[in-house]
Nanobody, 122 residues
Framework: VQLQASGGGLAQAGGSLRLSCAAS????????VAWFRQVPGKEREFVSA????????HYADSVKGRSTISRDNAKNTVYLRVSSLKPEDTAVYYC????????????????WGQGTQVTVSS
């Protein structure tokens, strides 16, 4: 599975962004997808994840209540909308996929997109 993350950019605090993760190469069937983010010098941080069916989602406390993860399996795409953006949301956001259930541990994901930069100005 090849993943392509997009939708990052420059946003003002309080605004919102919608990130997209498009899959190609093989069917997305059965894959859970997660978003992680990373700033220089820090470990990759879990943001959100969704199961193949979309029936289960999980959010990090840092984005809970102001983020929504969703997927359109017909389009092989997963979306992450983050609202009420904060400067501390600034990071490179990566999408990742794995077969089966979702985990918050990034080492358990097999496939990764290239990352998209999100910069939030105050």
């Amino acid at each position: 599975v090849q993943l392509q993350a997009s939708g990052g950019g420059l946003a003002q605090a309080g605004g919102s962004l919608r990130l997209s993760c498009a899959a190609s190469g093989r069917t997305f069937s059965g894959y859970a997808v997660a978003w992680f983010r990373q700033v220089p010098g820090k470990e990759r941080e879990f943001v959100s994840a969704i199961t193949w069916s979309g029936g289960t989602t999980h959010y990090a406390d840092s984005v809970k209540g102001r983020s929504t993860i969703s997927r359109d399996n017909a389009k092989n795409t997963v979306y992450l909308r983050v609202s009420s953006l904060k400067p501390e949301d600034t990071a490179v956001y990566y999408c990742a996929a794995k077969v089966g259930v979702i985990y918050t541990n990034y080492t358990l994901y097999s496939y990764w997109g290239q990352g998209t930069q999100v910069t939030v100005s105050s």
